[in-house]
């Protein structure tokens, strides 16, 4: 039976610093590898991560919370075996909301990582995302796809930041002969997710639990491929612990459309307000779906919770922000 990415990194313990751990993904790595035996240092500046998603681990043996903006500078004194690089606005609504900061933490913000991995001799992890293959004219998009990007459309600001902080990242590696690893993090969602964060399934689960019609947006026949958080976290963890320094994608390849998401949520909820139909964001993907063939490979990871497991594990989660809302 294959060992789990926390049984293996358990193996070693170590020093774990992860830039944007107060987020949604940056928090649950940060759980992940407080339980698996390593002292983590989470840096967010709380533009869209918020201190709620790690109180839990407040006063944990090991575990420290820092707040400030890793674009400005980025010291963390003694020993560092991890550099974890998940600071970045992540969903639509807030890299357009934060266009200038997007850019600017994915270039500045790897940078100083990048930096700080080098100075500790360091491995260092970025987490990039499947939106670097842009509007894919290929269908599932393999690591060796290039994508399809517009540089200076809206999500540009996005697309463009996570492109530049993969080819600095492997330079870094090339040049400094820097350990690095970068995962491809296709759509990913479960608890901790903000009920106003623009993307589909917290749309879907606050306007379902509101009895409110679900917005979706063009046709709805547009495609994603939906991974529960747990599955990502375990096979981000097990790719640290393997010598691979190219892109790797991390995603469910299970493709649903909109429709169908929308309707295996209200049969989740068991509430059926139905479809408001919207415009289509601009360059807004037609399809998203990973190839995870070296994932298998490399890894011996596939994801093992369905996308309506994984939707009855996040509806508790929802309820109580719609409860306090």
């Not at 509101?210 to 096979?235: A, E, I, K, Y």
Request: aromatic share 8%; charged share 20%.
């Amino acid at each position: 039976m294959l060992n789990t990415g926390e049984e293996m990194l358990a193996q070693e313990g170590g020093h774990a610093v992860v830039l944007g751990g107060s987020g949604f993904l940056g928090s649950h790595i940060c759980t992940a590898l407080l339980k698996a035996g390593h002292r983590v240092t989470c840096i967010d500046n709380m533009i869209t991560g918020t201190a709620g998603n790690v109180e839990h681990l407040v006063g944990e043996a090991g575990f420290r919370l820092l707040t400030y903006d890793v674009t400005d500078y980025l010291h963390v004194p003694g020993r560092v075996d991890y550099v974890l690089n998940f600071a970045s606005p992540a969903s639509p609504v807030d890299y357009l909301r934060w266009p200038i900061h997007t850019l600017k933490v994915g270039a500045l913000g790897t940078h100083k990582g990048l930096g700080l991995a080098l100075a500790k001799e360091a491995l260092f992890l970025l987490a990039s995302t499947s939106e670097v293959y842009g509007d894919p004219l290929v269908n599932p998009q393999p690591e060796t796809y290039w994508g399809n990007v517009n540089p200076v459309g809206p999500r540009g600001v996005y697309d463009e930041a996570k492109r530049f902080a993969e080819a600095l990242t492997l330079a870094y590696h090339r040049q400094h002969r820097l350990p690095v690893r970068i995962v491809r993090i296709f759509n990913t969602f479960g608890p901790r997710m903000r009920a106003d964060d623009g993307r589909a399934i917290p749309a879907f689960f606050t306007a379902a639990l509101r009895n409110l019609p679900l917005p979706v947006h063009g046709n709805g026949l547009q495609t994603r491929s939906l991974c529960f958080v747990d599955d990502l976290v375990d096979g981000i963890l097990k790719l640290l612990r393997v010598d691979y320094s190219e892109p790797v994608n991390l995603g469910n390849p299970e493709e649903v459309t909109m429709l169908g998401l929308a309707e295996l949520v209200q049969e989740v909820t068991g509430k059926r307000p139905g479809i408001e139909f919207l415009p289509r964001p601009v360059d807004d993907p037609t399809v998203r779906r990973p190839d995870t063939f070296l994932a298998g490979e490399l890894l011996g990871w596939k994801p093992q919770i369905t996308l309506r497991e994984g939707l009855e594990k996040t509806l508790p989660w929802f309820r109580s922000l719609v409860h306090a809302g």
